[in-house]
């Protein structure tokens, strides 16, 4: 199953590099209370800076609409393992992350990625999708439902369960 992750990983960074394309990680129709929850689980799990008017600022300690309403370009950058994410911050109704694919080298960095990912479905209970940017369709799905999905052709790789419980994380 991870070796199938694996694989499927090797696809998306050979799709990208062919255009030098990021990895887009898109969380739909979320809220505040599901920025919240995002924010919390990142402060808690992993180091991170918060970007704001061009320099380090310490995050709000509470989210609410005002956090979605600034001219000044605002971001996180999540670190973990040898690889980051960037996540602007640009409305309540969607988080979304990109990492550029070719930073993810091998087999414990690709399971750090996918590990991440499946977490912030469950703690979200939201999809996840993952797509190459600039490519108008999702190339996988992670459901809280607890499936994996790949899109086009249906295949469920595994449950998150069992994806989750493969190594620690």
Not at 20 to 47: A, E, K, M
Not at 65 to 75: A, C, K, M, P, T
Not at 110 to 127: D, H, P, T
Request: glycine letters at 4%; one cysteine or more; proline letters at 2%.
């Amino acid at each position: 199953m991870i070796n199938d992750l694996n694989i499927l990983w090797q696809a998306l960074v050979k799709e990208a590099s062919l255009d030098g394309l990021v990895c887009n990680i898109s969380i739909l129709d979320t809220n505040i209370h599901d920025w919240s929850n995002f924010l919390d689980y990142v402060q808690t799990n992993f180091p991170y800076k918060y970007i704001s008017k061009g320099s380090q600022d310490e995050l709000p300690k509470k989210i609410d609409d005002s956090f979605f309403h600034y001219e000044e370009l605002r971001f996180l950058e999540l670190h973990i393992g040898n690889f980051s994410f960037e996540c602007f911050i640009l409305t309540s109704e969607e988080i979304e992350l990109t990492v550029v694919p070719s930073m993810i080298v091998g087999l414990s960095q690709v399971e750090l990625f996918f590990r991440f990912i499946a977490n912030i479905s469950l703690q979200l209970k939201k999809e996840v999708k993952i797509s190459i940017e600039g490519y108008s369709y999702w190339l996988i799905i992670f459901s809280f439902a607890r499936k994996i999905f790949l899109t086009g052709n249906g295949i469920e790789i595994c449950s998150l369960d069992e994806f989750l419980k493969s190594s620690k994380f």
